[in-house]
């Protein structure tokens, strides 16, 4: 006897002949089939992230590795692991799936300490090979790993891997300007007189050729 695996119900008619007599007897047979299960596709994400995953519908028994639990349907997922439900319905009925699903880490970006330069010079700050898409402020570039700073600013890169898990940092840079120094004009002195050079409170070193001296 084959009965359809839907849901349905059937009446049976079973005949029994003894070669002497004939009975008969009629059964009504219920076919439930189990909820269809299905927790979606293998799934990567990035830490921090957070995945909810859904069973279905409720009014059955969910069973997520600690024993099953009424409309227990959602399951908040954090860390790597392959992730299985088996669900029980009114019948006793079960079903199950599962899906694997994956964290990976951002990027680690560091453009170094807040950095202070003289006006005239120019430093190039480097992301590193961390990355696939770099944003320094006009959209995600590939490679797009170096900047050249000419000027005072705070200057931030976003960093996006093959995965489209994203970080970034920031640094700040600023020019100072060098001291304005004015020993005079040229002088013409005779033999036996002094003259004193004043270079000013401009600056912390002094340097008049013996190596810097502070003040």
């Known amino acids: 006897l084959i009965l359809n695996s839907?849901?349905?119900t059937d009446t049976i008619m079973f005949v029994a002949n003894n070669g002497?007599?004939?009975d008969t007897a009629l059964f009504e047979i219920s076919i439930t089939a189990p909820q269809i299960v299905?927790?979606?596709?293998?799934?990567t994400l990035c830490l921090g992230d957070t995945l909810v995953i859904d069973a279905g519908q409720a009014?059955?028994?969910y069973d997520w590795g600690n024993g099953y639990v009424l409309n227990d349907t959602l399951m908040v997922v954090y860390a790597s692991g392959?992730?299985?439900?088996?669900?029980?319905n009114s019948s006793n009925c079960i079903s199950d799936d599962e899906i694997l699903i994956n964290f990976i880490s951002a990027p680690s970006i560091n453009l170094g300490a807040d950095t202070l330069l003289c006006v005239g010079d120019t430093m190039l700050i480097d992301a590193g090979e961390v990355g696939n898409l770099y944003d320094?402020?006009?959209?995600?570039?590939?490679?797009?790993?170096?900047?050249?700073?000419?000027?005072s600013g705070t200057?931030?890169?976003s960093v996006m891997n093959s995965d489209n898990c994203i970080s970034g940092d920031e640094i700040a840079i600023s020019f100072i300007s060098a001291p304005s120094v004015n020993l005079g004009s040229d002088t013409t002195l005779c033999m036996g007189d002094t003259l004193f050079l004043?270079?000013?409170?401009?600056?912390?070193y002094y340097d008049w050729g013996a190596g810097y001296f502070l003040n």
């Open 155 to 157: 200057y931030l890169v």
């Open 59 to 61: 009014e059955n028994l």
């Open 82 to 88: 392959i992730y299985s439900v088996s669900v029980m």
């Open 6 to 8: 839907n849901d349905a």
């Open 198 to 204: 004043d270079a000013g409170g401009v600056g912390t």
């Open 136 to 151: 320094w402020g006009s959209g995600y570039v590939l490679g797009d790993t170096l900047l050249e700073v000419y000027s």
């Open 38 to 43: 299905n927790l979606g596709i293998d799934t």
């Open 20 to 22: 002497y007599e004939i």
